[in-house]
């Protein structure tokens, strides 16, 4: 599903007319040209991933594509990267398999595993410019359940809480745990940074329950707000919980 939020405000204004309650105050990431970061999710009928495995796969896609050396400095994918977080902060989230898998992955990407998800993210592109092998994948049809109950989440890293009130796909709930990640991502110092990719990522995703969604949606920790144009209505879907916990993690093996 596709997702466009920033940390404090709804963020596309493309389609409402100019009264509409929902549209936002234009600022000039609304002149920008426009940038979507693509994820595609590996969704075979027979073996589909546990549903919080490709969340925090997806989370974790993010982190590897805004940390790899191709997106920072000269590197290939630099200039889109910025192009893209000059604008609004723009992620779709699809699915694929078998021939449709094989083709995505013969892109320009980085395929990032889970315990059973895979997801390959790529560099960014024109919201009109999606590549012909990724325009024709299906946006619908994310639809994932957890075989068993999670594990409860891991306090010595990062948590991405999600609003229990909000009923999303697996794939809206994808693309609101990446903006999750890059918004602990950017709230981090550059060793923390640093710990944190040489850890391999590690973070948790669980649903809050409803006294401590409460307290951590004022807590002025880092929040996404979707801008509700699909699925749900504005409002706030994740909160970044204990990013900087990541300076003690210890580093671990390249994967």
């Known amino acids: 599903m596709s997702s466009n939020d920033t ?20 600022t000039n990431r609304d002149e ?7 994820l595609v999710v590996h969704i075979e009928k027979a073996a589909p991933p546990a549903r919080t495995d490709a969340l925090r796969t997806a989370a974790r896609a993010v982190l590897v594509m805004l940390s790899d050396e191709r997106s920072v400095g000269e590197g290939e994918w630099a200039q889109a990267m910025r192009d893209w977080q000059d604008a609004r902060i723009r992620k779709v ?29 790529f560099p960014p592109v024109p919201l009109d410019g999606w590549p012909k092998e990724l325009a024709k994948l299906q946006v619908s049809g994310t639809e994932l359940d957890d075989p068993e109950p999670p594990a409860a989440p891991d306090p010595a890293g990062p948590v991405l809480w999600l609003n229990p009130e909000l009923d999303m796909s697996a794939g809206k709930e994808m693309a609101q745990v990446g903006h999750g990640a890059q918004l602990a991502w950017w709230d981090l110092s550059e060793q923390e940074r640093t710990a ?22 004022v807590s002025g920790l880092p929040v996404v707000e979707d801008a509700g144009f699909t ?20 580093a671990s093996p390249r994967r």
Do not use: M, N
């Open 93 to 121: 989230v699809r699915r694929a398999r078998g021939a449709e898998w094989r083709k995505a992955c013969a892109l320009p990407g980085i395929t990032v595993t889970g315990e059973s998800a895979e997801v390959r993210v």
């Open 196 to 217: 944190w990719r040489e850890a391999g990522f590690p973070l948790s995703v669980a649903t809050a329950a409803a006294d401590r969604w409460r307290e951590l949606a």
């Open 231 to 250: 699925e749900i209505a504005p409002g706030k879907t994740v909160v970044a919980e204990g990013a900087h916990r990541v300076g003690s993690l210890p």
């Open 32 to 38: 920008a040209q426009q940038y979507v970061l693509p």
């Open 7 to 26: 940390p404090v405000s709804p963020s596309e204004t493309a389609g409402l007319p100019a009264d509409s309650p929902f549209r936002p105050e234009r």
